[in-house]
């Protein structure tokens, strides 16, 4: 008997017994529907945050300053009971890098100011704001929609200008032109001479959303306000000295991301006493992300297999059921000809092309859910090529496994018994 | 064409399309002391008891008997159903005695005919379909079966009705494809049990008329009946008693 055969008569046997075959492959059509549906939305996820990181720049490295811990080896007890914390990275890391790694493409030192920022009508807003250097703009992919980006020209001027993100633009002022605009930043009144505008509203490495920022020189945010804040602190103010709470650099080719930072990580290990920096690599953040994701899609794709392994239950219940039903068609088959194993095949068939049937409507089903998911839940879902060929293969193997044993009971059906059958 | 014994019998089959097995003179059973037993809880039950039996070819056979006289389990080690458990069983000049499951399954196909009382048609093939299954199980291709399964509906007189359901079908109408079907891959034997138990007289009358035609061209049939019709239409009567032949 070959496979045509076998295939056809599994599609008359289940023609015959149309209401029970329904009933029979619910259990699959739901356990299928929610394998895909969790799939769906892990894959959608997957690909928002790893988006997310892209824009962050697979091929830059980003240096923050982060406060030692008190147990750090290299910490000086007398400095921790000082007036005013110190550390971070420091001008002359930035001069190094800026030396010596030739595959860098671009380098920019920042400063995030934390001070308060005023309107035209002095109303206090709650923007951040961001000294740094004019190739930050290309560092984060950003474009700009009116004006100009900071300029070296006003580095060297400390001119007392700004850029402001479009929405931080927004917000400031409202419905007028800001190009020109005075922004009072300490008591300092800053020319706006452009808006920035990142498409892909990246955060920053501070988790801030750079289009809700204001940007001012460097060098002039260093010559008027010096590297000493005061940042509030469990209900006190901590004075902290940072030169630099940033570098971010941009490399050449995304292939030396992970040996300039390792190179990096040495420079600062050897010319630090403490761990007061950290770095982070947007590639390496994404590979652990998509590793950490496989493993909640397994998990997901898991817990709903549960409903496919109920399902697969059903259908042994239903073919077991199927073979008692049928001893004498058994019996016949055996009778005219067939051996042990083509009853076998026909019946481990059925259950495959039961389950295939089911697993279809549960991939349509599957592909409802996830619409439905990212339409009315706005949940990012994903459904690719994969996830449906997972599907349909992993119900079509449910019957074969779930359909073994009730084949091989046909199988051992004795026919001169099956043929007494009534 | 096949003569009917019913007056008042659906259009005449044509019977020519089928092919006469040769005449000879070799046996197609030969039983050699056959004993089979059953085990039955704690008791062993001696069902046949050294039965040895030749049947030539060509030959019509009835086995008669009472219930319980063994008959059946002779049927079923004749269709190679069972196997014996002493003894020897020469079908068509082979030993098929002591012969694996597998095998017996390609001898069943190749060279027995089966008939029943309850016919045991498919209910999800049609007339075609249900003809079709021997020759399925040889692998002969689809348009080559359904030509034969053709050839043979029309033989037996069902040339109107292929596509038929068996549950579209009449009690005669359905033996009628149950011995198409018995006639599929041309085998030497064909077996039938109480072939006409479950039809009117008058059917049963147009089966027997079809088995005589079937014999007539040289057919093989050994049949189980209680049915005493059967005395005067086969060449000759095998009676079974506590497991013996006894005449």
Same mark, same amino acid.
């Given at each position: 008997?070959?496979?045509?055969?076998?295939?056809?008569?599994?599609?008359?046997?289940?023609?015959?017994?149309?209401?029970?075959?329904?009933?029979?492959?619910?259990?699959?059509?739901?356990?299928?529907?929610?394998?895909? @549906?969790?799939?769906?939305?892990?894959?959608?996820?997957?690909?928002?945050?790893?988006? /997310?990181? @892209?824009?962050?720049?697979?091929?830059?490295?980003?240096?923050?300053?982060?406060?030692?811990?008190?147990?750090?080896?290299?910490?000086?007890?007398?400095?921790?009971? #000082? +007036?005013?914390?110190?550390?971070?990275?420091?001008?002359?890391?930035?001069?190094?890098?800026?030396?010596?790694?030739?595959?860098?493409?671009?380098?920019?030192?920042?400063?995030?100011?934390?001070?308060?920022?005023?309107?035209?009508?002095?109303?206090?807003?709650?923007?951040?704001?961001?000294?740094?250097?004019?190739?930050?703009?290309?560092?984060?992919?950003?474009?700009?929609?009116?004006?100009?980006?900071?300029?070296?020209?006003?580095?060297?001027?400390? @001119?007392?200008?700004?850029?402001?993100?479009?929405?931080?633009?927004?917000?400031?002022?409202?419905?007028?032109?800001?190009?020109?605009?005075?922004? /009072?930043?300490?008591?300092? +009144?800053?020319?706006?001479?452009?808006?920035?505008?990142?498409?892909?509203?990246?955060?920053?490495?501070?988790?801030?959303?750079?289009?809700?920022?204001?940007?001012?020189?460097?060098?002039?945010?260093?010559?008027?306000?010096?590297?000493?804040?005061?940042?509030?602190?469990?209900?006190?103010?901590?004075?902290?000295?940072?030169?630099?709470?940033?570098?971010?650099?941009?490399?050449?080719?995304?292939?030396?991301?992970? @040996?300039?930072?390792?190179?990096?990580?040495?420079?600062?290990?050897?010319?630090?006493?403490?761990?007061?920096?950290?770095?982070?690599?947007?590639?390496?953040?994404?590979?652990?992300?998509?590793?950490?994701?496989?493993?909640?899609?397994?998990?997901?794709?898991?817990?709903?297999?549960?409903?496919?392994?109920?399902?697969?239950? =059903?259908?042994?219940?239903?073919?077991?059921?199927?073979?008692?039903?049928?001893?004498?068609?058994?019996?016949? #088959?055996?009778?005219?000809?067939?051996? /042990?194993?083509?009853?076998?095949?026909?019946?481990?068939?059925?259950?495959?092309?039961?389950?295939?049937?089911?697993?279809?409507?549960?991939?349509?089903?599957?592909?409802? =859910?996830? +619409?439905?998911?990212?339409?009315?839940?706005?949940?990012?879902?994903?459904?690719?090529?994969?996830?449906?060929?997972?599907?349909?293969?992993?119900?079509?193997?449910?019957?074969?496994?779930?359909?073994?044993?009730?084949? #091989?009971?046909?199988? /051992?059906?004795?026919?001169?018994?099956?043929? #007494?059958?009534? | 064409?096949?003569?009917?014994? %019913?007056?008042? !019998?659906?259009?005449?089959?044509?019977?020519?399309?089928?092919?006469?097995?040769?005449?000879?003179? $070799?046996?197609?059973?030969?039983?050699?002391?056959?004993?089979?037993?059953?085990?039955?809880?704690?008791?062993?039950?001696?069902?046949?008891? *050294?039965?040895?039996?030749?049947?030539?070819?060509?030959?019509?056979?009835?086995?008669?008997?009472? !219930?319980?006289?063994?008959?059946?389990?002779?049927?079923?080690?004749?269709?190679?159903?069972?196997?014996?458990?002493?003894?020897?069983?020469?079908?068509?000049?082979?030993?098929?005695?002591?012969?694996?499951?597998?095998?017996?399954?390609?001898?069943?196909?190749?060279?027995?005919?089966?008939?029943?009382? !309850?016919?045991?048609?498919?209910?999800?093939?049609?007339?075609?379909?249900?003809?079709?299954?021997?020759?399925?199980?040889?692998?002969?291709?689809?348009?080559?079966?359904?030509?034969?399964?053709?050839?043979?509906?029309?033989?037996?007189? &069902?040339?109107?009705? &292929? *596509?038929?359901?068996?549950?579209?079908? %009449?009690?005669?109408?359905? $033996?009628?494809?149950?011995?198409?079907?018995?006639?599929?891959?041309?085998?030497?034997?064909? &077996?039938?049990?109480?072939?006409?138990?479950?039809?009117?007289?008058?059917?049963?009358?147009?089966?027997?008329?079809?088995?005589?035609?079937?014999?007539?061209?040289? $057919?093989?049939?050994?049949?189980?009946?209680?049915?005493?019709?059967?005395?005067?239409?086969?060449?000759?009567?095998?009676?079974?008693?506590?497991?013996?032949?006894? *005449?």
């Amino acid at each position: 008997m070959n496979l045509y055969e076998v295939v056809r008569v599994a599609l008359l046997d289940l023609a015959l017994h149309k209401f029970r075959s329904a009933l029979a492959t619910i259990g699959i059509i739901f356990g299928v529907a929610s394998v895909m @549906a969790m799939i769906s939305i892990s894959e959608g996820a997957k690909r928002e945050t790893l988006g /997310r990181i @892209a824009r962050l720049g697979v091929d830059n490295i980003i240096v923050k300053s982060v406060k030692p811990s008190a147990t750090d080896e290299g910490a000086n007890q007398n400095e921790q009971r #000082r +007036w005013q914390a110190e550390y971070g990275l420091l001008r002359r890391d930035l001069e190094h890098v800026r030396q010596t790694f030739k595959e860098i493409r671009h380098v920019v030192g920042i400063r995030n100011m934390r001070m308060n920022l005023y309107a035209r009508n002095g109303r206090q807003l709650d923007l951040a704001v961001i000294a740094t250097e004019p190739d930050y703009l290309l560092i984060t992919r950003s474009g700009m929609t009116r004006g100009r980006f900071l300029s070296e020209l006003d580095q060297d001027n400390f @001119a007392k200008v700004c850029v402001v993100g479009s929405d931080a633009a927004r917000k400031l002022f409202i419905y007028d032109d800001p190009i020109n605009q005075g922004v /009072r930043i300490k008591g300092d +009144w800053y020319n706006v001479i452009g808006i920035l505008d990142n498409s892909a509203a990246v955060k920053d490495a501070g988790g801030d959303d750079i289009n809700n920022q204001v940007f001012i020189p460097l060098r002039t945010a260093r010559a008027r306000y010096g590297d000493v804040s005061s940042q509030a602190q469990s209900g006190s103010f901590e004075n902290v000295k940072i030169q630099l709470d940033q570098i971010a650099m941009q490399l050449t080719d995304s292939e030396l991301v992970q @040996a300039t930072a390792t190179r990096m990580e040495n420079y600062l290990a050897a010319t630090h006493k403490r761990k007061d920096y950290t770095l982070l690599v947007p590639l390496e953040l994404m590979r652990q992300k998509v590793a950490t994701q496989r493993i909640f899609t397994i998990v997901m794709a898991s817990i709903a297999s549960i409903s496919l392994l109920i399902g697969g239950i =059903g259908i042994m219940n239903i073919m077991l059921a199927n073979v008692y039903d049928r001893r004498k068609e058994i019996g016949m #088959r055996r009778a005219l000809g067939a051996r /042990r194993k083509d009853i076998q095949r026909q019946f481990v068939f059925e259950a495959a092309t039961l389950t295939s049937l089911g697993g279809l409507v549960g991939v349509a089903l599957g592909y409802a =859910g996830a +619409w439905g998911v990212s339409t009315y839940a706005e949940w990012p879902t994903s459904v690719t090529p994969i996830s449906i060929a997972l599907s349909l293969g992993v119900s079509c193997i449910t019957g074969v496994v779930f359909g073994l044993w009730p084949a #091989r009971q046909a199988a /051992r059906v004795n026919p001169i018994e099956a043929l #007494r059958a009534d | 064409m096949i003569a009917t014994t %019913s007056t008042n !019998s659906p259009p005449a089959p044509v019977y020519a399309a089928l092919e006469a097995p040769e005449p000879t003179r $070799q046996n197609i059973i030969e039983l050699k002391d056959v004993h089979k037993f059953y085990q039955l809880g704690a008791k062993k039950l001696h069902v046949l008891k *050294g039965v040895s039996l030749e049947i030539p070819r060509g030959q019509y056979v009835a086995i008669m008997g009472s !219930s319980g006289s063994g008959k059946s389990t002779l049927l079923n080690l004749l269709g190679l159903l069972d196997v014996v458990d002493a003894g020897d069983y020469m079908l068509a000049g082979e030993n098929v005695a002591r012969m694996k499951d597998d095998l017996l399954a390609k001898h069943r196909n190749a060279r027995i005919g089966f008939i029943f009382q !309850s016919f045991n048609l498919f209910p999800q093939l049609d007339v075609l379909g249900n003809i079709e299954v021997p020759m399925v199980y040889q692998n002969i291709p689809l348009q080559k079966r359904r030509a034969r399964a053709k050839e043979l509906a029309e033989a037996v007189g &069902l040339g109107h009705r &292929l *596509g038929h359901r068996p549950r579209q079908l %009449s009690g005669g109408e359905m $033996q009628r494809t149950a011995i198409a079907r018995a006639l599929a891959n041309d085998p030497p034997l064909l &077996l039938a049990d109480e072939p006409t138990g479950n039809l009117d007289e008058s059917t049963g009358n147009e089966i027997l008329g079809l088995f005589d035609q079937l014999v007539a061209k040289g $057919q093989t049939m050994v049949l189980v009946t209680h049915n005493p019709a059967y005395k005067d239409r086969v060449h000759r009567v095998l009676r079974m008693g506590n497991g013996e032949l006894v *005449g």
